[in-house]
């Protein structure tokens, strides 16, 4: 930061004022207020933005209990930042989360509703790293990508770490970048893949950031969890995408009993552990290097994992353990610790939110809002009462002779959850999470909660209207009648 002082004299005084009276004054401000006004400058704050690939809300310790996870790095960040208890992902699949979260915009705006690759328009999508280089910030980017923009141009220091220990790689990357000296602030971001091996877990393969042993009985592994049965009166495209995820060879859980769930949730907690012991190398070099005190920190996941919720695994559905992601903001002795249950989608609300910290301006096209007086523990003026999260489900297998696939739109309001999905004769769901936070049962049918029905339905009308959304609106049309599935070939 540079900082000009101007005096001015009338023209008989002397610069330098060699025998004027006005040197001692001159001298005072020269060699006493001008070195305080530069140590009491404001300094742009460093970023860092850590995220994990696969992560469900709650599966940290300080969440869901020590007995059968210890996370003590993400414990410490939750302690000490105000974790956001009501965040979910723009889409809960990879490309499509990691895009929003990158240019803060939908996934039907981006078009990366799977994991598709699409060519961003720079002109059109403004990315985070090109936001922070233009605000005199050096950006970095270590670990997976899965975007669409050019990340070189717009994160000079990258690197894409091989399949094969990602992760170590990955955190190694942080360390030694954290150790040099910078002359300007920056944005870095590592990115890890686990607990993402759960995947490959799940299907017997080798675990690409590394083994974690054999599993102990099932008596002494996690429990089934509470939700592990369908969803009462749930939606046929539930039903049908049940059949067709587990007929297909991405997820082999068809034949799963109660032990291979149990010791496949044993092992998605080892692969969590893993990753928190990275993420702990990475905040410990942020130490070291006397960085902590004046830098961001900001975790979350792309999307969750379902590890049995509704006998489904992975993610892509709209159930609470795949959309909802975990969010913790941390800055040393100006976060507010606590808990924050204000409604977020971290597919638009993370780029305002760094930004705002940043001092940096954020696009005209974002319609996300900055957590930043959230994060603080100030008030935010009437925030949001709902978010909207998509979906684009197409990796089932085939079920009767055909594949399904169909696009869901969800609704989280303070209390509710409306999903509505482009196909089945039965096409909507409603839970009551304040009473049913395992989403058990579905309302949508009930008479009694008809009203409350109507009232979602039009709140993703008006989402659908204000944000361009022409796939929510066509789910929405003739009072949302039924539309069989496509007969289409696997």
Sequence with gaps: MKIIICLTAGPHVQWPPENNPMKRIFHFIACILLPAVMLGAPQKPNVLFIITDQQFADAMSCRMGSRYIHTPVLDGLARDGMFFTRAYSANPLCMPSRNSMFTGR???ETRVTRNNEIKLDPAEFVDLGACFQRAGYQTAYFGKRHLFFNVEKSFPITINPPMTN???ATAASAVDFLSQKHDQPFLLVVSFKNPHNVCELSRGQDLPDGEIGAPPPPENCPPLPANFAPQQDEPDTMTIM???YQASPLFPVGNYTEAHWRQLRWGYCRLIEKVDAQIGEVLGALRRAGLEDNT????TSDHGECAGAHDFIQKTVLYEESARVPLIISFKGRAKAGLCDKLVNTGVDIMPTLLDFAGAPVPPK??????RPLALGQPAADWRDFVVVEDDMD???PVDGFTPSALGRMVRTDRYKYCIYSRGLKRESLVDLQTDPDEAKN???DPAFRAILLEHRA????????HNDPQAIAMLADDVKPVPFRKKKP
Aim: net charge positive; glycine share 12%; proline share 3%.
């Design 106 to 108: 939908y996934p039907h």
């Design 459 to 466: 709140l993703l009308a008006r989402f659908a209207k204000e």
């Design 166 to 168: 990602h992760d170590i």
């Design 443 to 445: 309302l949508a049918g």
């Design 366 to 371: 974002l319609t996300g809002r900055s957590l």
């Design 395 to 397: 990796q089932a297998g």
């Design 296 to 299: 961001i920190v900001v975790f």
């Design 242 to 244: 049940r059949k067709g």
